[in-house]
DNA sequence: ATTATCAATGTAAGCGCTTACAAGTGTATT
DNA sequence: AATACACTTGTAAGCGCTTACATTGATAAT
């Protein structure tokens, strides 16, 4: 910290009020163990030498310190925003600070990110989705630190998490597109290494072809990061390929959106000569014209009942428990029947 | 934190290394000043054992955080996003770790978030905008915590600041504006009430209209919060006007987002029935249909140089200098000229 | 009146780390 | 050979707080 020579310590509090430190301490933590008197002469002198308890002497002392920590992948757009928003809401109203740190999706940063936070005294993290080495998990374990999973949901996995099944939620939509009668379909996604969403939701893509007989093998893959940039930039690959994909299905909102203003770059008609959707429906869904057909998370759900597992877990109430959030698709006009074959 | 009873400390590492505690923590902080053999034995040790420092202890003893805190407004949108991201990477590479909270633009929730990031001990602190308490800075001063504000920059205020103008940056767009032949000029700004920036926009377009011998008074202002919703709800209730402005400034891209959703709702078409600008250039603003007018404001370059001149401040280098950076109006599709009167 | 009980407060032992200072060792200088 | 010095490592005193345990005084129970 900066050099606090100045300000003022429990001592010079309790000095003030003349009593004994301890006695400021329960004033602070449970005042009602306090004489209504007392409490309120060391009230006082707290509010006037407008003392501070220093965090970190506390944390160690007390070997708690109501914070929960999370590391989300990106702070860049708008994805993790909404729920994570609500989250530390829901997180503050149980006494508990939220400390966010992003990892740019690199396995490495978010290794050192967790290590950081868990350092730092977290009482619990969130973490976003399953996939990460193991040894992070033992890491977890050993520092007896409770995490929580957030924007992935499959029973197969046995950890707590609080999320929904990519699989499935893409599934619905393309199956959608497929009854709308596309056969020539791409995808745009985000890098699916050391992302089970991202494959995930390719994985619910390729399941829908396969009950429609449609070979898998015939999707058009790109995998790219998740920036608007990217997304024009693999849409106009994908228009140079012949024959050219009458829908191309992106992996989030973001990607969708960059594709939807570089095919009007192209002059290229949304939906009436390509459709396009997204993943998410975060607001850039429904502002972008045409808007976006794709599939709704409840981020605000998601990141409230996360909020509210995790204390559990924390206080020792639960020893984690798993919440399956429903995603619904919305309809929009980004999505149409192909275009008549010339 | 979780209980940490099984996590290594500095002495299990300096007993398995067969050293005292000290040449530990020396050879963590200044390997330098460890011979190699020994440094190797106690790294190993490290290694072995999975020990992390424990960061209450190290801040209470060093009394220092290689930490920096930063209160935003909101997370909830992209505008602090990308010059937050910036700041924090620019922060990484002095060994700075950046700690975020946001405020939801509640002066009583910053001023508590401001103390909490005090009391963990942050070296030194990134403000948005000068608006605030002098009881906040006062409590800075006492704590000897450097500040830096961001997003504003103002040669009359006398505090260090990384910043642009937001008078001449509206100002330069709002002129354009009448430029092009607008005189029925409405301004849908985000709530100026401790918001400097805000409060500046407003100012600029007030000063554009004077310099062009408009009547400031005949501007008609709409204050909402920044929300793509209410930029909505703001537009509909200007199309209720009469006589109807024929452009609507917007105090940042996401209420002129929410405008031009609006306004395409309505069926009234832009530019050709209205015009609408925006204020930041952040992606939004290139993906809507039409793109939108608005100030470009280099967030990347205002991140870095806020952490660059942060780290010097609270490193001592630096008594605090302010730095204004330049924006410059986008001229895209969403401006043109007025509507010929029926 | 005596004892058990309880509420309010004080005493002091850490929590895990850094760092000033002391101590020990080896090398250069005279 | 004696002295000085640099370099490496150890010793131990805190940093500001919480909390187990001790103490005190008052009230209730017998």
Redesign the pocket.
């Known amino acids: 910290m900066g050099k ?1 020579r100045s300000a003022p ?3 010079d509090v309790a000095k003030a009020a003349g ?5 400021v ?2 004033c ?2 449970s005042p009602e ?3 209504e ?2 409490r309120k002469r060391v009230m006082q002198a707290v509010e006037s030498l407008g003392y501070t ?2 965090f970190a ?2 944390v ?3 070997n ?1 310190s109501f914070t929960i920590g999370a590391i989300i992948p990106t702070m860049d757009n708008a994805i993790f925003a909404r729920g994570l928003q609500e989250f530390q809401d829901q997180l503050r109203e149980s006494g508990y600070t939220l400390l966010v740190s992003s990892s740019a999706y690199d396995p490495e940063v978010e290794r050192e990110q967790i290590r950081t936070l868990v350092a730092r005294g977290a009482d619990g993290l969130l973490l976003i989705g399953y996939a990460r080495d193991a040894e992070i998990y033992n890491y977890l374990e050993q520092h007896q630190i409770p995490s929580l999973v957030a924007w992935s949901y499959d029973p197969r996995v046995q950890r707590p998490s609080v999320g929904f099944s990519n699989t499935a939620a893409m599934g619905e939509l393309a199956r959608k597109v497929i009854l709308t009668g596309h056969r020539q379909i791409a995808m745009i996604s985000g890098k699916t290494k050391g992302n089970d969403r991202a494959q995930s939701r390719v994985e619910g893509v390729r399941l829908a072809m396969t009950e429609n007989s449609l070979d898998p093998d015939t999707l058009t893959l790109i995998e790219t990061t998740y920036e608007i940039e990217k997304g024009a930039e693999a849409l106009r690959k994908l228009m140079n390929l012949s024959p050219r994909p009458t829908v191309v299905i992106c992996g989030n909102d973001v990607l969708a959106a960059g594709a939807l203003r570089e095919a009007r770059n192209l002059g290229i008609q949304v939906p009436e000569q390509l459709s396009i959707t997204g993943f998410d429906d975060i607001e850039l869904a429904e502002i972008v014209s045409p808007s976006l057909t794709t599939v709704h998370v409840p981020h605000r759900e998601m990141g409230r009942k996360a909020a509210q597992e995790l204390v559990e877990m924390v206080e020792g109430r639960s020893e984690g428990r798993s919440v399956c959030i429903d995603t619904r698709m919305v309809v929009r006009h980004s999505l149409a029947g192909p275009p008549d074959l010339p």
Not at 19 to 23: D, L, P
């Open positions: 606090t310590t429990l001592n009593v004994s430190t301890a006695t301490s329960r602070l933590n163990r306090v004489v008197s007392t308890p220093n002497a506390r160690m002392a007390a708690r």
